[in-house]
Structure formats: C-alpha cells, structure tokens
C-alpha cells in the first residue's frame, strides 16, 4: 500500500533556531513527486516546497530546503532561521507519475516559541 | 485571480438531512478532487474527477456523492449526513500535467453532523 509516514505529531523550535521535520513514504514506483504543504491556522493548504524524485539534488526554496533520500524513501523539511509565521501543521505527500492521486501524511504541527 | 472557491465555509447540520458543498475553480482545470481531514489521519482523498462527467473514487468514498456536470464545478453531496462525516472538507483543482507541481485548494469547510 502507498503510504506517507509523519512520525512526529508535534514540534518545537525557538525563534530563529533550525528545525527538521521527518517524512518517510512507501511506493514501488520510481517516478513521483514530493511534496510539503503548509496549513496555517487559516485553513489554507500553502505549498512550501517539491521534489522530482529523478533529480538527486535537494530542493530548497529561501529558508525551506530538504533532505531526500531516495533510497531510504526518506523527504525532511529542515526549516532554518525559523519565524513565528512559520508555526503551521505541515503535511508530506507524493504522487505517483500517471496517477492522479495524492498520498498525504498525517501531519505535523509545529509551534514556534518567542 | 485564480481560485478555488469554496462554500461554505462552515457548516453544522443533523443526521439524515442532505447537503452539498459547493467547490468551483476559474482555471480551466481538468483535475479536481476532494479530501477530509481528520486529526491523525490526515489529508484522504473522497473522490476525484479529471474532466466533465468522468468521476473515480478515491480512498473512503462511503456516504459520499459527486458530479462533474461543468468544468469548473465539482459538488460534493452527502445524501444522508451521519456523525462520523463530521470533519475539515477540501475541494482541490490543478492542470493534469500541473498535478506534479502542485495542487490549488479551497478554503476549507468544517462540517459538523449532530
């Protein structure tokens, strides 16, 4: 079954402090696109960053970058220089190539401390 | 500007009593799902939809009822409400090939089954 593994519930960090959030995923397939998705107590689902599983560098976007490790079926979003404005539940996903189907995790709130 | 568009935002209703939320993108796009968000389960997808009059379910599409008469439109129609479809509601759009890019959301609606 295609999975994605959120396994920590909630975080922490200290303002402008550094802190990785772990992603881990299930799929056969060798084709597909990962995702982190940020939704801020607004409701709304913000892309923050994706990944083409062909390319072996790291996407980064400003303060956003991750670590992926294909092999290990692993995708952590490491958020540096961490704002208040970041604390948000964060969601990893994936789709497969010629699906039409999103995976998504479980979740991962985090709060950002003054 | 581009959207998904969403109604309504919160909702609380009785068993047995039939609704439908609204979800209408003005993107000309062809893929459009839903999705229920329930706290440690995370984002499921309902049911999707890659162009008009051609549906498919997705993972828990129990209870759940949708038609893609127009393009822009995709409803989501509970015919008999029950307790355990109280949850946070998504409707998504994107391109096909936008699909590994990313997906627009709505807003969210917060159904409530008594």
């Known amino acids: 079954a295609q999975t994605v593994t959120q396994s920590q519930p909630e975080m922490s960090v200290q303002e402008a402090e550094t802190v990785t959030l772990s992603c881990t995923y299930d799929?056969?397939?060798?084709?597909?696109?990962l995702f982190w998705y940020k939704q801020p107590p607004s409701r709304q689902m913000i892309l923050v960053i994706r990944?083409?599983?062909?390319?072996?560098q790291n996407a980064t976007e400003n303060r956003f970058s991750v670590n992926f490790q294909k092999a290990a079926k692993s995708f952590s979003l490491k958020i540096s220089d961490s704002q208040l404005g970041d604390a948000a539940m964060y969601f990893c996903?994936?789709?497969?190539?010629?699906?039409?189907?999103?995976?998504f995790g479980t979740g991962t709130r985090l709060k950002v401390l003054a | 500007e581009a959207q998904v568009t969403q109604n309504p935002r919160y909702l609380i209703t009785v068993t047995g009593k039939k609704l439908t939320v609204t979800c209408s993108q003005n993107?000309?796009?062809?893929?459009m799902s839903w999705y229920r968000q329930d706290p440690g389960l995370g984002l499921r997808q309902i049911y999707y939809?890659?162009?008009?009059?051609?549906?498919d379910k997705g993972d828990v599409p129990e209870g759940y009822k949708v038609s893609r008469k127009e393009k822009r439109n995709f409803p989501l129609i509970l015919e008999s409400p029950s307790p355990n479809q109280t949850s946070l509601y998504f409707c998504?759009?994107?391109?096909?090939?936008?699909?590994?890019?990313?997906?627009?959301f709505g807003s969210g609606t917060q159904l409530s089954v008594l």
């Open positions: 998504a759009s994107s391109s096909v090939f936008g699909l590994r890019e990313k997906l627009f």
């Open positions: 799929t056969s397939e060798s084709d597909y696109y």
């Open positions: 990944q083409e599983a062909y390319k072996q």
């Open positions: 996903a994936y789709i497969t190539s010629g699906t039409y189907k999103y995976i």
């Open positions: 993107m000309n796009h062809e893929y």
């Open positions: 939809s890659m162009n008009v009059e051609v549906t």
